[in-house]
């Protein structure tokens, strides 16, 4: 399994992106795919979820402003980050889990900076 997660960067606060990530060797439907994140010094911790049967779950932190999608037959999941604030600066990393195991992508970093 591979997860390939992209579209990170630097963005002013107030901002948007898109994250996306790209899976690879799995049955992609048939699993919880999320989002996490770890800012300098900090654990890392859950951004956002969606489950196979698209039930989401999002940290207090972003719900509001980060929306996470997915698109099964592209094997792809997304994050829309609006509203960016200094604090969502980290390195943001996809994840998938399945009853067998839990599959992490090379994470991409946010910048949210003026």
């Known amino acids: 399994v591979q997860l390939q997660a992209s579209g990170g960067g630097l963005v002013q606060p107030g901002g948007s992106l898109r994250l996306s990530c790209a899976a690879s060797g799995i049955i992609f439907s048939r699993y919880s795919m999320g989002w996490y994140r770890q800012a300098p010094g900090k654990q890392r911790e859950l951004v956002a979820t969606?489950?196979?049967?698209?039930?989401?779950n999002y940290a207090d932190s972003v719900k509001g402003r980060f929306t996470i999608s997915r698109d099964n037959a592209k094997r792809m999941v997304y994050l829309q980050m609006n509203s960016l604030k200094p604090e969502d600066t980290a390195v943001y990393y996809c994840?998938?889990?399945?009853?067998?195991?839990?599959?992490w992508g090379q994470g991409t970093l946010v910048t949210v900076s003026s």
């Open positions: 994840w998938m889990w399945t009853p067998s195991d839990t599959y």
């Open positions: 969606m489950s196979d049967f698209g039930s989401t």
